[in-house]
């Protein structure tokens, strides 16, 4: 329902306006968007890319467009055996070159 929405929102909004009152060097977030619908996943992407500029982010997330817009994507996954894997990702592009 919305009201854990909102509650995320709010608490990102406020996370993002202590960061531009007082920095921090490093923010990590787990799940934060959980609750998000999907227009404002891609809003929280978008700011978190933006604001990778003042800061680093470690952003743990399940949602494409928080995956798709990292700089550095890390994919975790059990194995057989209950053992776990970590994996670099490698994203395709999805923007095609336009031939002239």
């Known amino acids: 329902m919305y009201v854990q929405g909102e509650k ?4 990102l909004s406020f996370i993002f306006a202590l960061q531009r009152y007082r920095p921090s060097p490093f923010y990590a977030f ?3 968007d959980m609750f ?6 891609e809003r ?8 990778a500029m003042l800061a680093q982010f470690i952003v ?3 949602r494409r467009p928080i995956i798709e817009s990292s700089e550095r994507p890390i994919g975790v996954t059990q194995t057989r055996g209950a053992y776990t894997q970590v994996l670099g990702l490698k994203l395709q592009s999805t923007k095609r070159d336009s031939v002239d």
């Open 30 to 32: 787990d799940e934060v």
């Open 8 to 11: 995320s929102l709010t608490a």
């Open 36 to 41: 998000l619908d999907g227009a404002n996943v």
């Open 60 to 62: 743990v997330s399940l």
């Open 44 to 51: 929280l992407a978008r700011m978190v890319k933006q604001q």
